[in-house]
Nanobody, 129 residues
Framework: QVQLVESGGGLVQAGGSLRLSCAAS????????MGWFRQAPGKQRELVAA???????????DYADSVKGRCIISRDNAKNTVLLQMNSLKPEDTAVYYC???????????????????WGQGTQVTVSS
């Protein structure tokens, strides 16, 4: 059983930056692919970025209003953390951001919600215009 706790959300002006952090406990963190998702009011939860457990492979979702090109996902297996650095934030980035863990091979990226077995409680990101 893996427990995930997100932090780092908050209120930021458009154009600003935030660094989200997810701390994992209770399992072998280094054997899980990790992902950051977000969910805005009235919308489905969507993938933002994902990283393999080895850290060698990353994926950034590419859709309208995505943060691709404006964020970087990284992980530190020694510290059981995964980070999401987001820059040039826009009001449409406002959402609850969740981290999640998926049991995958060392270089495998998990891109679907159903790939993930464990979820954090989320951290609110609000971007004002």
């Amino acid at each position: 059983q893996v427990q995930l706790v997100e932090s780092g959300g908050g209120l930021v002006q458009a154009g600003g930056s935030l660094r989200l952090s997810c701390a994992a406990s209770g399992g072998t963190f280094s054997r899980y692919a990790m992902g950051w998702f977000r969910q805005a009011p009235g919308k489905q939860r969507e993938l933002v970025a994902a990283i393999s457990w080895s850290g060698t492979n990353t994926y950034y979702a590419d859709y309208a209003d995505s943060v691709k090109g404006r964020c970087i996902i990284s992980r530190d297996n020694a510290k059981n953390t995964v980070l999401l650095q987001m820059n040039s934030l826009k009001p449409e980035d406002t959402a609850v951001y969740y981290c999640a863990a998926a049991p995958k091979g060392p270089s495998t990226i998990a891109t679907k919600t159903y790939d993930y077995d464990y979820w954090g409680q989320g951290t609110q990101v609000t971007v004002s215009s």
